[in-house]
Structure formats: C-alpha cells, structure tokens
C-alpha cells in the first residue's frame, strides 16, 4: 500500500481504505477461484494495482466519461482505475464467467458503484466509450479488429480517444502499422525494476458510425 501512496499522494480516505482492502479481497478470492498467479498475489500492489495505474499517469479520466476494460481477467486495470476515478463509469468485459464472479465479488467488497460487468466477448458489445483499456490480451491488430467501432466520437479529453494499452517488450513490429500511437514507458514514472520494459500504448482511434 505505501507503494500506490508513494506514486499517488493525494488519494482520499476512501481510495486509501478501497486500496487497503483490494489485498484482502483478492486474497480471499484466489483461494475459491485462481485468478490471480500466488507469486503475484504476494506482490499485488506492484504487479498488479500499480502497473493498472500507470493509465492514470498518462490520463485524468473526466467525470461523466466511460471506460471499457477488455479481457478484465481478475479486474485489472479495470478495478484500480475505477478506485482512482469513481466519477468515471467503467465496463469490465471477460469471456471467462469464473473470472467475473470475482470482479463482482470484489467490487461489492469495496462498495464500487461505478462498475459493471459483462459476460460476452467483446465484439458482441453494441456501445461506445470514451477510451478501451486492457493488458496485453491480445496483439495489437487483433485487439483494433475487436473493438473496431466502439470508440465514442465526442473528444471529452486532452488525449484524443481510442485504446490505451498496458503491454512490455519491444513493440516496433506490432506497431509498425500504427503511425499515430504513442508510447509511454513505465521507468518514466516508476522506478522499481519490473516496470523497466513496460509501456502504455495511446492508439488514438476515430468514431465509426
């Protein structure tokens, strides 16, 4: 927890008791249903909670806008960034059930009112969000394939909307197609070493209606 208080100082009582609560409720959780790897459940904070906010490095999520969290997994980054910004609206979508049993489970726990859950694979989704969010669930051609379409036409931010992607390693091929992405890396923000190859992606994407 000192480790999202070291990077995020200005939290409110709530977020910090929201944060302190995630270990727990994770840790409850994995034991009924593995979502989460043991080794990362001992280093949630840094593997988890503060690799999802590096999102909030790069974006201040408005009030009023949405956010769709595609391949949420165990509700990351979905859950951290709904913690950071309840104002924000936030869809988390897996094709896994048992995994979104612990996603609602834990936002229950932590009294999200700002988060809902979907079921389905992504390209049965007919809505349209400000931003897409995930972690590297798929290549980068494959992942704009599946959520062509759902990119809101009202710019709400300074960052023009479109996908914003947690992924590491070298992402010169994947991107070579891609002239209007832009890369953040993680060491610009963080300074532990399992970030050193870490990127957000901002792949600016245009409404289509």
Same mark, same amino acid.
């Given at each position: 927890?000192?480790? %999202?208080?070291?990077?995020?100082?200005?939290?409110?009582?709530?977020?910090? @008791?929201?944060?302190?609560?995630?270990?727990?409720?994770?840790?409850?959780?994995?034991?009924? %249903?593995?979502?989460?790897?043991?080794?990362?459940?001992?280093?949630?904070?840094?593997?988890? &909670?503060?690799?999802?906010?590096?999102?909030?490095?790069?974006?201040?999520?408005?009030?009023?806008?949405?956010?769709?969290?595609?391949?949420?997994?165990?509700?990351?980054?979905?859950?951290?960034?709904?913690?950071?910004?309840?104002? !924000? @609206?936030?869809?988390?979508?897996?094709? %896994?059930?048992?995994?979104?049993?612990?996603?609602?489970?834990?936002?229950?726990?932590?009294?999200? !009112?700002?988060?809902? !859950?979907?079921?389905?694979?992504?390209?049965?989704?007919?809505?349209?969000?400000?931003?897409?969010?995930?972690?590297? &669930?798929?290549?980068?051609?494959?992942?704009?394939?599946?959520?062509?379409?759902?990119?809101?036409?009202?710019?709400?931010?300074?960052?023009?909307?479109? %996908?914003?992607?947690?992924?590491?390693?070298?992402?010169?091929?994947?991107?070579?197609?891609?002239?209007?992405? !832009?890369?953040?890396?993680?060491?610009?923000?963080?300074?532990?070493?399992?970030?050193?190859?870490?990127?957000?992606?901002?792949?600016?994407?245009?409404?289509?209606?």
């Amino acid at each position: 927890m000192q480790l %999202i208080l070291k990077y995020f100082p200005d939290l409110s009582e709530d977020q910090i @008791q929201q944060f302190q609560k995630l270990e727990s409720l994770y840790q409850d959780w994995n034991l009924k %249903i593995n979502v989460v790897s043991r080794k990362d459940i001992d280093e949630l904070y840094l593997r988890h &909670v503060l690799h999802s906010l590096a999102i909030a490095k790069v974006i201040e999520f408005k009030a009023g806008s949405k956010v769709m969290d595609v391949g949420t997994g165990g509700g990351f980054p979905g859950i951290p960034l709904a913690i950071m910004f309840p104002e !924000t @609206q936030f869809h988390l979508v897996d094709s %896994i059930a048992k995994k979104l049993k612990v996603v609602d489970e834990v936002v229950e726990g932590l009294g999200l !009112t700002n988060v809902k !859950t979907t079921h389905t694979r992504v390209e049965e989704i007919n809505d349209t969000y400000d931003f897409i969010v995930s972690r590297a &669930v798929a290549a980068m051609p494959t992942f704009v394939h599946w959520v062509k379409g759902k990119i809101a036409k009202t710019q709400n931010h300074n960052l023009k909307n479109g %996908i914003l992607y947690l992924k590491g390693g070298d992402l010169s091929e994947e991107l070579k197609d891609y002239r209007t992405a !832009t890369m953040y890396d993680l060491t610009e923000f963080y300074s532990e070493p399992f970030f050193e190859t870490k990127k957000v992606v901002h792949l600016p994407m245009k409404f289509k209606g």
